[in-house]
């Protein structure tokens, strides 16, 4: 049996709720979130010891669900990929995509016109996947349909057997990660 070694890391910003792991890479490089003392959920990478918050992307503004540069995967080459909402310029209805490539980051929007959305994951040829989510014009949740983007281009992956939780509407239901 392979031995396994566990320890803990805590975000030096991180509040009561602690720090979340959401990703790592073959040089053990980290991905995840934390949320700070006033509830509000920030990503960070973490290597050799060293925490980057991502806290201070441009624009990046706490909203009702109170999310700022979350991350959620981390390739072999240490690109960040994530999310966060009120990127100028963005054309998205409520997430926008980001990607840290060593400090410089490229920015794209969330399946345009949609409410919102995450990204979950981005491998070793920077594609990246994730999920959206919508609402019909009543208000009702029309159901979550995941993604990959690769090279600027969108590709949805939708189950067309998936249900989510009898849904009258049957909404596709998908989540990448």
Do not use: K
């Not at 990204?119 to 959206?132: F, K, L, M, Q, R």
Request: one cysteine or more.
């Amino acid at each position: 049996m392979t031995p396994y070694s566990f320890y803990t890391i805590s975000d030096p910003n991180a509040g009561s709720e602690g720090t979340i792991v959401t990703g790592v890479n073959a040089s053990g490089e980290l991905a995840g979130d934390y949320y700070d003392s006033a509830g509000t959920e920030h990503g960070f990478t973490y290597s050799n010891g060293s925490f980057t918050d991502f806290s201070d992307l441009p624009s990046a503004t706490p909203t009702y669900e109170t999310h700022i540069g979350i991350v959620g995967g981390i390739n072999d080459a240490g690109e960040a990929a994530g999310y966060y909402y009120n990127i100028p310029g963005v054309p998205a209805g409520g997430g926008c995509g980001f990607i840290d490539h060593n400090g410089s980051y490229s920015y794209f929007g969330i399946s345009s016109g949609q409410s919102g959305g995450f990204v979950t994951a981005i491998n070793n040829s920077g594609e990246i996947v994730g999920n959206y989510y919508s609402y019909y014009a009543a208000g009702a949740f029309a159901g979550q349909t995941g993604f990959i983007y690769a090279s600027g281009t969108y590709t949805d992956i939708s189950d067309p057997g998936a249900n989510y939780g009898g849904n009258p509407f049957d909404a596709n239901w998908g989540r990448l990660s």
